[in-house]
């Protein structure tokens, strides 16, 4: 069938009009920032980027041959406001940035004192940055911990900043915190959030001969209405390990012989003790199930599960006394009393025997290959 000159000719013009593919950027001709950090010192804000060798992440996952090493490029630059530091940054970069896989906000200590709502609100505003990049403080330099490689000489990508809810599952106190949830939870005006902090260390970890300084995370910075009010380590914190809607299996060393335990707690509920009568009275109802990793001393099963809800019931109450020592609702016992009814949440203040009751129920469903009796 042949088409006549009369139609071929508009259909012609029509594909000269079509736009392509003509602006669009190569892999290798953008700069892909993977990690922020953002400090404020002497009136200045200082910016930090993030970024790694795609080819040595395409080639990990791809199967291919392992990079000898994965390098890390971390930028830095400083100016009056946000805005000047990160043009300013960008000015000396060798290609264009592209905040589109940014994964990770890394806060100082300072900013999160003196001015997490600014950063935050310049940072939720560009349309690139998805609110499920992980938010995360530290006390350490920025830089040291942006340029922290991961083991084997595998990509950035890899560091435990990058996957803290599956980190964060066993032995930690605090939860993984998302920009999304940090905006929603950050700006009520009771209850807390927590940021974790990031802590360097080294020689835990042996490489060959190479002792690297990898990032943990040990406590948190303590949030109310987006106002920094406190830091506690994992210790102040070990009573949210049972108070948490999200999936933990944190071991206790319950001090009995040398007992050691993994319990894996199935949830929690809070009650407000009603009617209330010139103050808050709360109640907390903890169910866990118990594993036993190491009993070298036989004990009766019963006395184990006793000994097992007094330590949960001491981290409970400690770590709510610790929360109100700075200011903090840890256990955001009057958020849900806030929502049902505001005004008492403004007439009445927590006190340090607020937390009325702790009821505590364990149930030990695997003991190994050894042998209890009741």
């Not at 930028?75 to 946000?82: A, I, Q, R, V, Y």
């Not at 942006?146 to 032995?171: C, E, G, W």
């Not at 981290?315 to 840890?330: A, H, R, V």
């Amino acid at each position: 069938m042949r088409i006549k000159p009369k139609i071929m000719f508009p259909l012609f013009f029509l594909l000269l009009t079509l736009t392509g593919c003509w602006g669009s950027r190569g892999i290798n001709e953008q700069l892909y920032i993977e990690a922020l950090g953002v400090d404020y010192k002497d009136g200045k804000y200082i910016v930090y980027t993030e970024s790694a060798v795609f080819s040595s992440i395409a080639k990990q996952e791809g199967g291919g041959a392992q990079a000898a090493d994965s390098p890390v490029l971390v930028g830095k630059e400083e100016g009056d406001t946000l805005t000047m530091a990160f043009r300013k940054l960008e000015k000396s970069s060798q290609f264009p940035l592209y905040y589109g896989h940014v994964q990770v906000i890394l806060f100082s200590d300072r900013v999160i004192k003196e001015k997490l709502s600014e950063v935050i609100s310049h940072i939720g505003h560009d349309p690139l940055i998805r609110f499920t990049a992980w938010i995360f403080g530290t006390s350490e330099d920025i830089s040291d911990v942006l340029k922290a490689k991961s083991l084997f000489k595998q990509a950035p990508t890899y560091k435990v900043l990058f996957h803290p809810d599956t980190m964060l599952i066993r032995n930690h106190s605090v939860n993984a915190l998302s920009m999304q949830v940090l905006l929603r939870n950050g700006n009520e005006p009771f209850g807390s959030t927590i940021i974790p902090n990031v802590k360097l260390v080294k020689g835990k970890w042996l490489e060959d001969n190479d002792k690297p300084v990898l990032p943990t995370l040990n406590g948190g910075y303590v949030l109310k209405d987006m106002k920094f009010k406190g830091k506690l380590d994992y210790e102040q914190l070990r009573g949210q390990e049972w108070l948490t809607k999200e999936e933990k299996k944190n071991k206790l060393e319950v001090p009995l012989g040398d007992t050691v335990v993994q319990l894996e707690v199935n949830g929690y509920k809070i009650h407000l003790k009603e009617p209330v009568r010139r103050e808050l009275k709360y109640t907390i109802e903890v169910k866990a199930k118990a594993t036993i990793d190491e009993n070298l001393d036989i004990v009766p099963r019963k006395e184990l599960e006793k000994k097992i809800i007094q330590k949960m019931k001491k981290d409970i109450k400690q770590t709510y006394l610790n929360g109100l020592s700075i200011d903090s609702d840890i256990y955001n016992l009057t958020r849900s009393t806030y929502r049902k009814s505001p005004s008492l949440v403004k007439k009445y203040a927590l006190q340090n025997d607020s937390l009325d009751s702790v009821k505590v129920k364990v149930q030990i469903v695997h003991a190994g290959s050894q042998k209890y009796k009741d």
